[in-house]
C-alpha cells in the first residue's frame, strides 16, 4: 500500500516556490518602471518651474548681466507653455554603466523671439528639468554644477534642445 499524505505537500512546496520567483522578478519590473514614473514627474515639474522662472524674468545675477547686455527682451515677463515632455531610451551607456534616458520638452510662446533667445529660454527650461531629476533621486552631489547628466539607481538622464512649436 503506498502512502500519498507527503504529496500534496511537495506540490504545494513547488508552486509556492514558484509564486515566490514570479514575484522576484516582478518587482524587478516594477522598480524599474517606477524609477522611469518618478523621473517623468520630475521633469515635468522642472519644465514647467524653468518656463515659469522664464517667463517671469527671474534669472540669477550672472544671467541677468549677460541678457541686459545682449537679450533685453529677455527681461520683461512672457508667456511661455510646456506643450509636451517625454523621453527616449537611447540603449546603454557604457561609460556610466546605465541605461541612457534622453527627454524632450516641446514648448510655445506667444512672443518673437529670435533663435539665441529660444535657445536660452530653453536652457533654462532644461536646467530645470535636470535639477529637478536631481533632487528627486538625491543625487546632487554626482553630477555637475548644470546637473548635466544625472544619474539615478539603474539610469543616466540627459535632455535634448526645447523644439519650439510656432503657435
Same mark, same amino acid.
Given at each position: 500500500?503506498?502512502?500519498?499524505?507527503?504529496? &500534496?505537500?511537495?506540490? !504545494?512546496?513547488? #508552486?509556492?516556490?514558484?509564486? =515566490?520567483?514570479?514575484?522576484?522578478?516582478? &518587482?524587478?519590473?516594477?522598480?524599474n518602471e517606477n524609477e522611469l514614473n518618478i523621473a517623468m514627474a520630475a521633469a515635468r515639474n522642472g519644465a514647467i518651474e524653468?518656463?515659469?522662472?522664464? *517667463? *517671469?524674468?527671474? +534669472?540669477?545675477?550672472? %544671467? !541677468?548681466?549677460?541678457?541686459?547686455?545682449?537679450? /533685453?527682451? #529677455?527681461? !520683461?515677463? +512672457? *508667456?511661455?507653455?510646456?506643450?509636451?515632455?517625454?523621453?527616449?531610451? #537611447?540603449? +546603454?551607456?557604457?561609460? +556610466?554603466?546605465?541605461m541612457w534616458i534622453r527627454f524632450m520638452v516641446y514648448a510655445k510662446t506667444s512672443e518673437r523671439f529670435d533663435d539665441s533667445?529660444?535657445?536660452? =529660454?530653453?536652457?533654462? &527650461?532644461?536646467?530645470?528639468?535636470?535639477?529637478?531629476?536631481? =533632487?528627486?533621486?538625491? /543625487?546632487?552631489?554626482? /553630477?555637475?554644477?548644470?546637473?548635466?547628466?544625472?544619474?539615478?539607481?539603474?539610469?543616466?538622464?540627459? %535632455?535634448?534642445?526645447?523644439?519650439?512649436?510656432?503657435?
Amino acid at each position: 500500500m503506498m502512502d500519498d499524505n507527503g504529496q &500534496i505537500s511537495a506540490e !504545494f512546496l513547488f #508552486l509556492f516556490g514558484v509564486l =515566490i520567483l514570479l514575484v522576484m522578478l516582478s &518587482i524587478v519590473f516594477v522598480a524599474n518602471e517606477n524609477e522611469l514614473n518618478i523621473a517623468m514627474a520630475a521633469a515635468r515639474n522642472g519644465a514647467i518651474e524653468g518656463s515659469e522662472s522664464s *517667463s *517671469s524674468a527671474i +534669472y540669477p545675477k550672472d %544671467t !541677468f548681466t549677460v541678457y541686459s547686455n545682449s537679450k /533685453t527682451s #529677455l527681461l !520683461f515677463p +512672457y *508667456s511661455v507653455e510646456i506643450v509636451n515632455v517625454s523621453y527616449a531610451e #537611447l540603449g +546603454y551607456d557604457s561609460n +556610466y554603466e546605465k541605461m541612457w534616458i534622453r527627454f524632450m520638452v516641446y514648448a510655445k510662446t506667444s512672443e518673437r523671439f529670435d533663435d539665441s533667445e529660444l535657445v536660452s =529660454i530653453g536652457d533654462r &527650461i532644461n536646467y530645470n528639468l535636470r535639477k529637478s531629476l536631481a =533632487i528627486s533621486f538625491n /543625487t546632487t552631489p554626482s /553630477t555637475n554644477k548644470l546637473y548635466n547628466p544625472v544619474f539615478s539607481s539603474h539610469y543616466v538622464y540627459t %535632455t535634448a534642445n526645447v523644439k519650439w512649436i510656432q503657435g
